[in-house]
């Protein structure tokens, strides 16, 4: 069975930092640009990150560039999303994904994790 398992959530306070992990389960994630988007309490989904298979391009929504650093490592099988900087509104479930190739946007997505909680509060 395939599947995504994202872990690193947690409370942090404004400022500090935080480092998501995206793991595969079932498959091998070398041949697959992978992404990481975001859901807040009733606000619409929004796309973060994404890494393309190599590592080699990467990009970012405009309300994370600076802040966070997707990577991958691809011998552990894993995806990273290191969170620095971070603020209230960046509160989410994030979730990782499966991805046809590295764009932000969820219409090239093929797979989704469960997500894992993120609370940025004081």
């Known amino acids: 069975q395939l599947q995504l398992v994202e872990s690193g959530g947690g409370l942090v306070q404004p400022g500090g930092s935080l480092r998501l992990s995206c793991a595969a389960s079932?498959?091998?994630?070398?041949?697959?640009?992978i992404g990481w988007f975001r859901q807040a309490p009733g606000k619409e989904r929004e796309g973060v990150s994404c890494?393309?298979?190599?590592?080699?391009?990467?990009d970012y929504a405009d309300s994370v560039k600076g802040r966070f650093t997707i990577s991958r490592d691809n011998a552990k099988n894993t995806v990273y999303l290191q969170m620095n900087s971070l603020k209230p509104e960046d509160t989410a479930v994030y979730y990782c994904?499966?991805?046809?190739?590295?764009?932000?946007?969820?219409?090239?997505?093929?797979?989704w994790g469960q997500g894992t909680q993120v609370t940025v509060s004081s």
């Open positions: 994904t499966v991805q046809v190739m590295c764009v932000i946007n969820a219409a090239f997505v093929s797979s």
């Open positions: 079932g498959f091998t994630l070398d041949y697959y640009a």
């Open positions: 890494i393309s298979s190599s590592g080699g391009n990467t």
